[in-house]
């Protein structure tokens, strides 16, 4: 008779980048490390994500009429490296992408260039190429497809750009994300939908295009003729477009959001990185070609170099937009094919709360009053301030006053006292902190704060352990 076993649940453990940076004094030795090589864009996106939703980076107070009770809420980051403020920038950044597509056919193409020139495309003056080469291919490629004229007139359309400089396994590859209307606007603003691009002419097209703006930038010799040369020989087929994903405007926001994530998150996500030892990081990708999981073991440095390596320089536009699109192209889009003049609804943090936790994180805990915007404070502070607040003929939480070190020591003794082989229960501890006198807010923030300086991780979904 065979004897039944249980069987052990697999235990995910989330790696934050917050927890690669903070912890361990790693970025304080890569800054030793690599001095000479930093960017000022790169020290900056760092040490915002350190400071994101700590008092330190401001601030805005909330109090409510009634009794008096005070609220901060502190500001995020926005740093290229943060994953929570960038979920909610691509969020927002696809809502409106959306509404200002028209009610129009699109598609999704995607402009790659071969390995050999890489290297060469990371460089920000050379970028710009990549924007202008592919907007004269599409308007090029919809132009002589027109099959409803035999002049092939010039048509005005629309197109979104994106510049990625990464691939799946965080290595240079730079390629443009474009949105592109199927059709334009002919000069009686008339719309010819153009549904059909020949693909062999649309490749040939993209390597002309590209090239011979390269050709035209790079210092004018004979290396650069050969080099040029190499690579139309090389790739007599063109160079790899991708331009099968159709779309209308009712899946706009997805895939306005799958683009998104380019322009506002890391070159990795979070759930993709399985372990770090102090010393390696090891994360996973999927392989475009053979769509096989691949794991990579790497040095954290190397890992921070090559992430750091993604941010844009300040002000370098990673979006653009052309024709239709583009601030000019206004005009074109008063038609019936958009619901532009309708109103953009982008939601708040409040409301984000409320759809994510369903509670209103400015109702007054002691009063259920909707508290006031009172103060906003830009330069921050090492703590909050700890005002005597107005009482409500409540009598107030013990520990209301409590600085910021108290509070944290509090939250890492609750998590250490509660948490057994699979972690702590999060929704245990904020019970548990709260019963201290801690509001539920302050101690969400703390949390968050701890896990941006390494202090404690997300063991899986729901439980958090100490590092400490």
Not at 59 to 76: D, H
Not at 266 to 290: C, G, L, N
Not at 356 to 367: E, S, T, V
Not at 420 to 426: E, F, H, L, P, V
């Amino acid at each position: 008779m065979s004897k039944k076993t249980k069987t052990r649940k697999s235990v995910t453990f989330i790696v934050t980048i917050a927890l690669i940076l903070f912890s361990f004094n790693t970025w304080d030795d890569y800054q030793i490390r690599y001095r000479d090589s930093l960017r000022q864009v790169e020290i900056e996106n760092v040490e915002r994500m350190r400071l994101c939703r700590t008092p330190q980076n401001g601030y805005k107070v909330y109090q409510c009429p009634n009794c008096g009770r005070k609220k901060y809420v502190p500001f995020t980051c926005k740093s290229r490296l943060c994953t929570s403020c960038g979920t909610k920038a691509a969020n927002e950044w696809a809502e409106r992408i959306s509404h200002k597509l028209l009610k129009v056919q699109h598609r999704h193409v995607v402009f790659t260039i071969p390995e050999t020139l890489r290297e060469l495309f990371m460089n920000p003056n050379y970028q710009k190429i990549l924007f202008q080469a592919s907007k004269v291919t599409m308007e090029n490629m919809i132009k002589f497809s027109n099959k409803k004229s035999k002049k092939k007139i010039k048509l005005k359309i629309g197109m979104i750009d994106v510049l990625q400089t990464y691939g799946a396994d965080m290595k240079k590859n730079p390629h443009i994300h474009s949105i592109v209307t199927e059709g334009g606007f002919d000069r009686n603003k008339n719309w010819i939908h153009v549904d059909f691009i020949p693909y062999k002419g649309w490749r040939k097209k993209w390597q002309y295009e590209l090239l011979t703006r390269l050709k035209k930038e790079m210092p004018r010799c004979r290396e650069t003729n050969n080099f040029i040369d190499r690579h139309f020989k090389k790739y007599p087929n063109g160079f790899v477009v991708y331009g099968k994903r159709r779309f209308n405007k009712r899946e706009g926001w997805s895939m306005a959001r799958y683009i998104g994530k380019y322009v506002k998150h890391p070159p990795i996500a979070e759930s993709r990185i399985i372990a770090y030892d102090e010393k390696q990081v090891i994360f996973w990708y999927k392989d475009t070609k053979t769509k096989k999981k691949i794991t990579v073991t790497m040095d954290k440095f190397e890992f921070i170099q090559i992430l750091l390596s993604h941010i844009p320089e300040k002000n370098f536009k990673v979006v653009r937009y052309f024709g239709i699109y583009s601030r000019r192209g206004y005009k074109h889009r008063q038609t019936e094919f958009s619901d532009e003049e309708s109103e953009l609804i982008i939601r708040s943090w409040r409301d984000e709360i409320k759809r994510a936790f369903q509670y209103d994180p400015l109702l007054c805990p002691n009063c259920n009053t909707e508290m006031e915007l009172v103060e906003i404070c830009y330069e921050g502070s090492e703590n909050y301030p700890t005002e005597d607040e107005l009482l409500s003929g409540k009598p107030p939480p013990s520990n209301r006053n409590l600085a910021q070190h108290e509070r944290m020591h509090l939250i890492l003794a609750l998590i250490r006292e509660n948490q057994k082989r699979d972690g702590a229960n999060i929704e245990l501890v904020i019970s548990k902190a709260t019963e201290q006198g801690i509001d539920i807010d302050q101690v969400l923030n703390d949390i968050e704060y701890l896990k941006s300086r390494g202090n404690i991780y997300e063991y899986r979904t729901g439980k958090i352990r100490s590092t400490l």
